[in-house]
């Protein structure tokens, strides 16, 4: 019995539901209901916000032909059970981050975000024009899914600390929540990870069970309200330095929608993530300015802790080369990413420099 035969007779463990509470999707008239399990609860800034965007623009572009009833975490499935509920078939579309599924096949840590990687606009340039989006179908024909990049948190801050770290030093033994790559490059320097879902971040926080945590950035943070039991807050990180969102769907659901309709559900993803991007850049200066007011210390890491960074980056990259698919996706990535940033850099990067400083004097 193949993987993908198995996972839907298999029941999941932890909160997921039985199969048979959840019904095929809803069909009449020529419409259709589809069941979206996500990875946060409703509210939550950037990530839940990107979810909403892309429900609403499917249902809207396709004249109500297809409708996405979205189930946020814990409601159908905990956070982290969402991939095995789709690939099962228990629900028909997920929307998280692919990192967060890495155990299931390493490749899935390129589809959020890789530590010294690409930016936002870098990533969905690799994404759409570098060979990212067919390499994204690879990984989906093995589960029985078909994925898409759908929501952008753009860069992610170094995170929130109790205390100052001053040296890489500091890192030996803090408690800190940081999934995908980045978790493990953080592993490397000494820290004790741990990956926790967005909703169990601030608790503990607050109870001192971590030390710190990296979440979204200023606008989604500052909601949380992370500056309530952390004064230092570092702005820079070298973890996710433009964080993907993904939805993805059970594959016999993509296959059972017209071309049509999938033509309307591929263009509502990248429309979400441009406008995930746009959301948190009209946003975080202002949260910033926010949470500095509120006695927030806005600092960043010396450059002995991003040396420490980046070996541990390379360390943690390196594990999962002797996976032919991850090796695959790695060169492309990192081919795309070392075109564009060159063009970037001479570019939009000069045009920014000198723009600074002509106005700044």
């Not at 809207?60 to 991939?83: C, H, Q, Y």
């Not at 500091?170 to 990956?195: C, E, H, I, W, Y």
């Not at 009209?282 to 910033?288: I, K, S, V, W």
């Not at 980056?313 to 070392?338: C, G, V």
Request: glycine share 10%; charged share 15%; with cysteine.
């Amino acid at each position: 019995m193949d993987r993908r035969s198995f996972l839907r007779t298999s029941a999941l463990g932890g909160g997921a539901v039985a199969a048979s509470s959840l019904a095929a999707p809803a069909i009449a008239q020529n419409r259709r209901t589809l069941t979206m399990v996500t990875s946060v609860p409703d509210g939550f800034a950037v990530f839940d916000d990107a979810a909403n965007y892309f429900a609403n623009a499917v249902t809207t572009m396709s004249d109500g032909a297809v409708t996405i009833d979205k189930k946020p975490a814990g409601e159908l499935v905990g956070a982290f059970e969402v991939f095995d509920a789709v690939t099962a078939g228990q629900a028909d579309i997920y929307h998280s981050a692919e990192y967060y599924f890495g155990g299931q096949h390493p490749g899935l840590y390129y589809y959020t975000a890789v530590p010294f990687g690409a930016t936002a606009q870098e990533q969905l340039t690799w994404y759409l024009h570098g060979g990212g989006k067919e390499l994204h179908d690879e990984i989906g024909q093995i589960f029985g899914l078909k994925a898409f990049l759908c929501g952008n948190t753009t860069v992610q801050p170094g995170g929130w600390f109790r205390e100052p770290i001053n040296s890489a030093d500091d890192l030996q033994g803090l408690k800190f929540r940081m999934p995908g790559l980045g978790g493990r490059a953080l592993a490397n320097t000494g820290a004790s990870v741990q990956s926790l879902p967005g909703g169990e971040i601030y608790q503990a926080l607050a109870s001192g069970a971590i030390d710190g945590a990296e979440w979204i950035g200023p606008f989604a943070d500052e909601r949380l309200g992370f500056q309530e039991v952390c004064k230092y807050y570092y702005t820079a990180g070298f973890h996710e330095p433009g964080s993907a969102l993904a939805c993805s769907f059970n594959r016999d659901i993509w296959d059972s929608l017209t071309p049509a309709q999938q033509s309307i559900v591929e263009n509502a993803a990248t429309a979400t993530s441009i406008w995930s991007i746009a959301q948190s850049n009209h946003n975080n200066g202002a949260a910033l300015a926010r949470i500095q007011a509120a006695g927030v210390n806005i600092v960043e890491f010396s450059d002995d802790i991003w040396d420490a960074f980046g070996a541990a980056s390379e360390t943690a990259m390196n594990e999962f080369m002797d996976d032919p698919l991850y090796a695959q996706i790695r060169e492309s990535f990192e081919t795309s990413l070392k075109s564009s940033s060159a063009w970037l850099s001479r570019s939009e990067g000069e045009y920014t420099r000198q723009r600074n400083r002509v106005l700044n004097g």
